[in-house]
């Protein structure tokens, strides 16, 4: 064994012990759509008196943190995001309708002397708040309506507020006020000069306002002086309060009031039987998935596919490892991100291993030790496609976790930490146990077993057939643009189903006891006053409802209407998304497409020739065109999840071009000043063994996530299902064409001088006569 291997196998030793204590001593964090909450975001707003900005956003997390805090929630999430927002993760609560009342006012509370009751034949005067010696008439607590002087106290000066119960003299729930030193001699000031009125008389009274609404009004004792005033620094409000209410009142006031106003624009509610049944689903299709795509490469590359499968192992608990250890929150999106990296971690070891068969197959006969050597430059020659094929994914990772939200981000996260963590399994771990089974006298004595002396399959037939391909490069862009125009057809005549996230509106998903037809699920929501209601169903006793951005009143009403024809109903799910920050997620969608061609063809020009370049990103638009196009026509909702899986497609359409070009890069150096179509021609044949295995394995993954994935992966794993076909077919008869066609119309199609030797950190190999 070389030292070299040695040094791989004790670095893949000790990472892998480091990720097995990681994985037993530490817990994953789970997301909100897998462990079930609410998750809900509030837009800052400029008040009179205060700017929407980062400070007063700051300070705003810190009075919801109080507040979150005091209502007893485990384990919350409250984060400022961008300049004037607020991200809020609650976990186990699934009826948000308290928290969001709690979280949304305001709270500004004020301490006002009553100057009496305005004149009902006058104007009624301005509320003008933002003027502090303005005077203010507003409803008071029994309907009617006072006129209130400018505020002598605020709720800055609140020390401590509590509800409490008096049932011995019948007074019910009341919230009971501690003031600070300053506060207290202004609340005595305040009851002295509002004790010298007489009794009854209305401006004997102190008028006591939360958020612009007189919520209690107690005339003060006639046992106080004129002048004197309460010397207490305690309080009572008084009221009809319940006691949510006189808790949820004593919480606002405790909290401390909003330094502005905010308002909620996303919501995000799902249940906890909805985020067990999504992990159960993806664990049993990870299993599956990861275990057909383990007999798959086993069968193609015997001891060697056995040895990549382990390798396989080694990096699934790498990647979840690494999840855990980062702290990342792992989402629905992420995990199912996390079940795709497995089936596309093969890439790299059947790149190695099928550039390890040409060269056994170069080799034989010439070395007495073929099957090391062949294996050592099939793990070199691949090196340099490895490295560009996953940079484009980590591209398209990137531009996930930058412009995405919420889950979506999570997935890029996922997805990136796969794509680095399945580098390291392929050329690291695999090479080190694939070398040491190499140095085996049995293994290199019998290339059945070892599975790199055998040509393989497909390599075989092609090399009988030798098809001769590209004879006619413009039949196959006929035919892509045909597909292409269907795409769009189907997008001028069906329409795109934007999801709510790129509409606004609110989608809620609910379980009934008893089976409900859609027809009528429809009547009763109309009767209800539903009429425009969008009504699907998934099974017998699963509906999901979509509407525009409505209330919680709104949505308790849905459920009534429900649960008279479906019996017992329980809500699963609830996503409300305003139409400001639907409008925004949709620019954001369109920015991170445009990004990504930009970011991939200014990669592929730097690491490829240009023509390379253009034809890797045109094949890419075709696959995104394509995708978008069959879901248009299939009516498929295009939201968050499909816009995660799209940006994946992108990743994996440039891998493949990717592989492609890498080839015909290294064939077409070989003979300067040749054509092109010969190169191109070979490459394709060379790597499609490579492009059918690694299509197989993500395949196998991809399909037990379709079928056992349930509903939130269906849709997923059928977008980069349609995306991994489509992007397999025009990585080879759409970008080699586009290639051919730009470098006839060039002077002198052979490659420039400047190409045909290797630049640092480009790792082109030697002309070592390997052929199809």
């Known amino acids: 064994m070389t ?206 306002v939360l958020d612009e609404k007189v919520i209690s009004s107690p005339q003060v004792s006639p046992s106080v002086t004129c002048g004197a005033g309460l010397p207490s620094g305690t309080t009572q409000i008084t009221g009809s309060f319940s006691a949510d209410e006189a808790k949820n009142l004593a919480l606002l006031i405790k909290g401390g009031a909003l330094p502005v106003p905010v308002e909620v624009v996303e919501q995000r509610t799902v249940g906890p039987t909805l985020g067990a049944e999504a992990i159960s689903a993806s664990a049993r299709a990870a299993v599956i998935g990861a275990g057909l795509t383990a007999l798959f490469i086993t069968f193609v590359y015997r001891l060697f596919g056995g040895l990549a499968a382990l390798a396989l192992a080694g990096y699934t608990l790498i990647s979840y490892a690494a999840l855990v250890a980062l702290g990342v929150t792992l989402t629905l999106p992420g995990l199912a991100g996390f079940v795709l990296a497995i089936g596309m971690a093969v890439d790299a070891n059947v790149l190695a291993f099928e550039r390890a068969r040409e060269e056994y197959a170069s080799r034989s006969g010439r070395t007495s030790r073929p099957l090391r050597s062949a294996l050592a430059a099939g793990f070199r020659n691949a090196r340099t496609a490895v490295v560009d094929s996953n940079v484009t994914t980590l591209l398209a990772a990137g531009l996930l976790f930058g412009l995405g939200s919420g889950p979506v981000k999570g997935f890029g996260v996922t997805l990136a930490i796969g794509v680095l963590v399945s580098m390291f399994s392929a050329l690291v771990i695999a090479r080190a146990l694939t070398e040491m089974a190499a140095g085996s006298r049995f293994v290199t004595d019998f290339p059945g077993v070892n599975g790199i002396g055998l040509r393989g399959r497909v390599r075989t037939y092609l090399t009988r057939r030798a098809p001769q391909l590209f004879r006619r490069s413009r039949r196959w862009l006929g035919v892509s643009t045909v597909v292409v125009a269907l795409a769009v057809l189907g997008v001028t005549l069906r329409g795109l189903n934007l999801g709510v996230e790129f509409t606004g509106g609110r989608l809620m998903e609910y379980t009934t006891s008893r089976p409900v037809g859609i027809d009528t699920a429809r009547t009763a929501l109309a009767d209800a006053g539903f009429a425009d209601a969008e009504v699907t169903t998934a099974g017998e006793r699963e509906l999901s409802v979509r509407t525009g951005d409505t209330g919680d009143r709104a949505e308790a009403a849905i459920r009534d209407a429900l649960s008279a024809e479906g019996g017992a109903t329980t809500k699963v799910r609830d996503d409300l998304i305003g139409p400001s920050l639907g409008d925004e997620l949709r620019r954001h969608a369109l920015i991170a497409l445009g990004v990504a061609v930009g970011a991939q063809l200014l990669y592929l020009a730097v690491r490829f020739r240009w023509s390379f370049a253009v034809a890797s990103v045109t094949a890419m638009v075709h696959d995104v065109v394509i995708l978008v196009g069959v879901f248009a026509w299939l009516g498929r909702p295009i939201d968050g999840i499909f816009l995660a899986a799209l940006l994946t497609v992108i990743g994996y359409s440039v891998n493949d071009s990717v592989v492609v070009f890498d080839r015909v890069r290294e064939l077409w150096a070989r003979r300067p000043g040749s054509d092109l179509l010969p190169a191109a021609r070979a490459a394709v044949l060379q790597t499609v063994p490579r492009t059918v295995n690694t299509g197989m394995g993500a395949l196998f993954i991809l399909t037990a996530l379709a079928v056992l994935g349930g509903d939130s992966l269906r849709d997923f794993a059928l977008a980069l299902l349609i995306g991994i076909c489509v992007g397999t077919y025009s990585s080879v008869f759409t970008a080699v064409p586009v290639a051919l066609e730009m470098e006839s119309r060039r002077k002198g199609s052979g490659p420039r001088r400047q190409r045909q030797r290797p630049k640092p950190g480009r790792g082109r190999p030697a002309d070592n006569g390997a052929r199809v």
């Open 3 to 208: 030292r070299a291997t040695t040094v791989r196998a004790v670095l893949a030793a000790v990472v892998l012990l480091v990720s097995l204590f990681v994985t037993l001593t530490m817990s994953p964090r789970l997301g909100l759509d897998l462990q079930g909450g609410t998750r809900l975001v509030l837009q800052a707003k400029d008040s009179p008196t205060a700017k929407a900005d980062r400070e007063s956003t700051d300070r705003t997390v810190e009075v919801l943190r109080q507040r979150i805090d005091a209502l007893g929630v485990a384990e919350p999430t409250v984060t400022r995001s961008g300049e004037d927002r607020v991200l809020v993760e609650l976990p186990d609560v699934t009826d948000p309708r308290e928290a969001a009342e709690v979280l949304g006012r305001t709270a500004q509370l004020t301490f006002h002397p009553v100057l009496g009751v305005p004149d009902d034949t006058a104007p009624d005067p301005r509320p003008e708040s933002e003027s502090e010696s303005a005077e203010l008439v507003l409803p008071d607590e029994s309907g009617g309506r006072l006129r209130l002087g400018a505020p002598d106290l605020s709720g800055a000066g609140v020390k401590d507020a509590r509800a409490e119960f008096d049932g011995q003299r019948g007074a019910g729930w009341s919230v009971s006020l501690d003031f600070r030193d300053d506060a207290s001699r202004d609340w005595t000031r305040l009851t002295g000069e509002a004790a010298c009125h007489p009794p009854q008389d209305e401006r004997r009274r102190v008028a006591i």
